[in-house]
């Protein structure tokens, strides 16, 4: 298939960017009272608000003209029939049949997955059940208060931001800790905490090759053999999730312990699968399962919606449109509530590590911009830190601000104070002040006329930043199912124009090898040095630290 830059729809792109280089949002605005509710969008309890976007008529049909050159829709629709669209490591992408609750069967080589996704989706709710109600006891007889949750990357991230958003539906009497990083003071600090006789331990890891994660696992392990415990009561305290049980069960985890999942699941699209376990413990499996119905809502929205009302094909276009035709570089992730403060890192992982590519699918060196650099922070934080940059900065870098109207623990003044905080702030974004507004302003201050110029020279706010406004009635599970599904197709329709694998992850791989072979030296202090200079005297100045 042609790259994206080669279609006609990318020159008329090019073309649309050059008309309005010289318009200004606030004039659009203006000329155009119904230009909010043009375009406003809802679906899945979620409302876009797009009109404080560089957009018009011409350029969103230019857009959707792009997706159906690149033929977005017969791709996507390839991914939920199962083809083998990760065409690298020859895998189908199947994140979707883990929330397919439609009754139709999903083929994977010629055999219908769903009764394993459903008999698995049995035990982790049976599991959970026998831990709430304190069936499953440790082995000294007391019930589980404890979990500890081992992963990292997608294994880590899902559970960890999924399960902080969901605050307000926390089980009672289940304390959940995350570790990920193989620095060891976050193992000790969480194991110092507890009680090893009321503590799980769910170790997830999808390839059970991962140095953090069996690093971490051995600590624990050790840890709950020194508190007391001895082999026998492993099987009481530590459970696996992982789609190489062989592995999980060589390394000691008892096979009825081990939550199955599946190589046709990617690592960041995985809390669908039994990865969400320390959610549906954190929770309850009825809200662990709101969650799934949520992302299955945008499943069928993404599928049916026609292009124009189709939340994530819209997103995804956006995000073409200011990477490859405003050059911008990032894109920031601002929710406005204290609960999705996670969520901002959970995107990074799904976003950049699907999208940071450089060839297409075809083979072909790529000489556009791809996968932009996704950040962000909740709101009102990052007013006080970044903001400063992104409105008079000289970088493009275009926001999704995003609001509950309503709060579970509702404190009328708190959450009106934040809402007018994201309001305010995308709208100073869209209209920013101009020069003359900001020498008028100086003008009973006392200045001299040349220090009020340059005053509101330094005072002025250029505007015209884009910025895409989401609200939802209450972040709740199935809200935060469909908010999360919807940023997956987002990637999804933006990996598709680009022509890249969203699904592999070769770039992480180089990283850990040469990882491995600096641990080697490290661990052999008397081994010979035979890398470049730099590592070589970083690995001699660790000898010499720790020797
Ligand atoms: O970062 C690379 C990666 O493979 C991620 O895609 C994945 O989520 C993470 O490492 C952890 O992998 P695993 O679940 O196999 O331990």
Known sequence: MTLANN?????????????????HMRDWFAADAQRASRYTLSACGITLDYSKNLINEGILTALFDLADT????????????????????????????????????????????????????EKLKGFVASIHSGAHKGYTGKEIRHIVSIGIGGSFLGPKIMSEALKPYWHKGINVHYVANVDGCHIQDVLAK??????????????????????????????????????????????????????????????????????????????????????????????????????????????????????????????????????????????????????????????????????????????YATG?????????????????LIHQGKLLIPADFMLPLNVHNQNDTHHAMLASNCFGQTQALMQGKTFDECFADLADQGLDEDTQRSLATHKTMPGNKPSNTFLFEQLDPKTLGALVAMYEHKVFVQGAIWGVNSFDQWGVELGKVLGNQVLDKLVNTQAPLDFDS????????FRQANQ
């Open 7 to 23: 279609t006609e729809q990318w020159q008329r792109l090019t073309q649309q960017a050059d008309n309005i280089a010289g318009q």
């Open 534 to 541: 730099s590592t070589n005297h970083l690995i001699k100045a």
């Open 372 to 388: 932009p650099v996704i950040w962000g922070s909740e709101g009102t934080n990052g007013q006080h830190s970044f903001h400063q």
């Open 70 to 121: 690149m033929q977005v829709g017969q791709k996507r629709d390839a991914m939920f029939d199962g083809k083998i669209i990760n065409n690298t490591e020859q895998r189908a992408v199947l994140h979707t049949a883990l929330r397919n609750f439609s009754g139709k069967p999903v083929l994977v080589d010629g055999k219908d997955v769903m009764p394993e996704v459903l008999a698995t989706q």
């Open 194 to 367: 507890l009680d090893h006789s009321e503590t799980l331990v769910v170790m997830s890891s999808k390839s059970f090759t991962t140095q953090e994660t069996l690093q971490n696992t051995l600590t624990t392990k050790q840890w709950f053999l020194e508190q007391g415990g001895t082999q026998q009561d492993i099987a009481k305290h530590f459970v696996a999730v992982s789609s190489n049980v062989k592995a999980a069960v060589n390394f000691g985890m008892d096979e009825n312990n081990i939550f199955p999942m599946w190589d046709w699941v990617g690592g960041r699209y995985s809390l669908w699968s039994a990865i969400g376990l320390p959610i549906a413990l954190t929770v309850g499996y009825d809200n662990y399962r709101a969650v799934l119905e949520g992302a299955f809502e945008m499943d069928e929205h993404f599928q049916q919606a026609p292009i124009e009302q189709n939340l994530p094909m819209l997103l995804g276009l956006l995000g073409v449109w200011y990477t490859n035709f405003h050059g911008a570089q990032s894109h920031v992730l601002l929710p406005y509530y204290h609960y999705l403060r996670g969520f901002p890192a959970y995107v990074q992982q799904l976003d950049m590590e699907s999208n940071g590519k450089s060839v297409a699918n075809a083979d072909d060196q790529i000489d």
